[in-house]
């Protein structure tokens, strides 16, 4: 009898401390995980630049774009200084459009945010397009300006005029298919009197959205378990 007893204690006791740390794993659960951007050199600091000037029309390491429009700027030599790193694009053109771009692989049914810095220059404005080379995708505004025009493989977005500073834009989106994506991201001209000076563009990113892991979802289901035994 008395073994009995020592061995519900030592089950009790057992059960007690995995019930002390499943609302940990609950918590993690729940947590998302940082993830690596898809987007190669998103800062611009891989590139080829003459360090003896603020910038030159150089387009950096893995986008792609216009030769001698995207002017790779060094902002420890100039301002505005860099958003992240020591360099930043500035997308320049009197007449038109400029723009820089670059693809890369997306799952189906994934959840992606795209996030980017600019500073308005003169009168340009920064247009950024997500668009996939098969299904259809759709997406949310997650930060500062809504998304402007959306079709069944493109999603649109426009910043504001007047930005003193570096100021972040983004939006989620969500593929219905495995598919090469594209982001680009392009300086209007807005018609303006004068020269254009374009728009300054920093810190480009795309991240998935984890979900919580299989491990600490085995562990809610456990203490589901434990409780149903208590009850």
Partial sequence: MKSKNNHNETMKSKNTRILALLPMAAALAVTPVSAASLIVNGSFEIGTHDSGSAHDAYLPDGWTGPAGYAWYWDGSLNAPASQDGTRHMNLNNDTGLNTLSQSFTVGAGTEYTVSYWTVQRGNGLMFTTLSVDAGAVTGADAFVT??????????????????????????????????????TLGNVYDGGTGDNDGVFLDNVSVTAIPEPTTALLGGLGLLALLRRRRA
Wanted: glycine letters at 14%; charged letters at 5%; zero cysteines.
């Fill in 146 to 183: 809504g998304i402007t025009g959306s079709g069944t493989s493109s999603i649109n977005q426009l910043t504001v005029q007047g930005e003193p500073a570096w100021t972040q834009y983004g939006f989620t989106f969500t593929p219905d298919t495995a598919a090469t994506a594209t982001i």
